[in-house]
């Protein structure tokens, strides 16, 4: 940016930094879910769909098909059950693990066929082997098909799947302590806002928050400075700061949160799944930044998540209990 632009004159609008759709629809979770899987995770589960499959090809060589077949269903309905369980990943997470349990399901299948076409016909523990390579090529092709699949078909976008129980602790003590909240968002797209005003009583609490989406609205209604957005970016520590202080004495509040960052494709030169969370209060300033991508939807669930557990942060270390 020239000295002129940073003086005042307004620079031509640019793309959004807080890009949070990629063309097609985003799959770029699922291999971003991989990759953020620990090895030994990786082995762990691995293990015990190759152990149970193992164990169902033993006993029904042992006591027939009918046998065998009822525990090879058990790795099937294992990960249809802790989809439901783990409702914190949100909706898109479920998409994707009840894709793998399909892909996982029909490999069980070609796991089984397998074992019958070789039994008897090479030793057990070969055709177990055999069976088992069969499993993993099938399940793993299957799997990334349906990622193939997905990105022509475009993926469908959710919201983060958070509970309004969530903030109700942070809202209880901004209105046991007598303080009120504001909220600037970017790649969050009002979520926070949402969340906090579902909370019972929350006209108490928060008269509001703005979504400054673009790096104009950033400018122009949170007075975040030009050159911030032209040195560190939207998304960075210093801009995610001065979100946070400029809605808070725009609105007038106590507290003020922020978040920004990226969720979709790569911008600034930076990774999807960097985002950073800002509060500004009367204990001081808390910023959290967070890495890694894990799709759209989750990324935006952490940093609702961040901003609530920073509000309590920066609110006073002697004020009452919620």
Known sequence: MTGADAAGSRPAPRRDADA??????????????????????????????????????????????????????????????????????????AVSDVRGAVAGALGMVAFALAVLALAG??????????????WVSISAALYFAGIGLARVLGEEQYLPDVAVAEASPAA??????????????????????????????????????????????KRDLLDVPA?????????????ARAMADGVRRRLGTDVGLAVTGITGSPAEGKSPGLVFVAAVGPA?????RIQGDRGPEATRGDAVRAALKLCGEVMPRNMPEG
């Open 20 to 93: 949070d759709h990629v063309e097609g629809g985003d799959v770029g979770s699922d291999a971003g879910r991989l990759r953020s899987i620990g090895f030994r995770e990786l082995m762990v589960r691995f293990g015990f769909g190759a152990a149970v499959s193992m164990a169902a090809g033993l006993i029904g060589l042992a006591e027939g098909d009918r046998a065998g077949g009822v525990l090879l269903a058990f790795p099937a309905i294992l990960p249809a059950a802790l989809t439901l369980i783990e409702s914190k990943e949100g909706t898109s997470t």
């Open 121 to 134: 016909r090479i030793p057990t523990l070969l055709a177990l082997l055999l069976a088992a390579v069969a």
């Open 172 to 217: 209880n003590a901004l209105r046991a302590a007598g303080l009120t909240v504001a909220v600037a968002e970017s790649c969050s797209g009002g979520v926070l806002t949402a969340l906090l005003t579902a909370v019972r009583g929350a006209s108490e609490v928060t008269p509001g928050g703005i979504v400054a989406y673009s790096d104009e609205a």
């Open 227 to 239: 050159e911030v957005l032209e040195r560190e970016g939207a998304v960075s520590e210093a801009a």
């Open 284 to 288: 001081g300033v808390r910023v959290t």
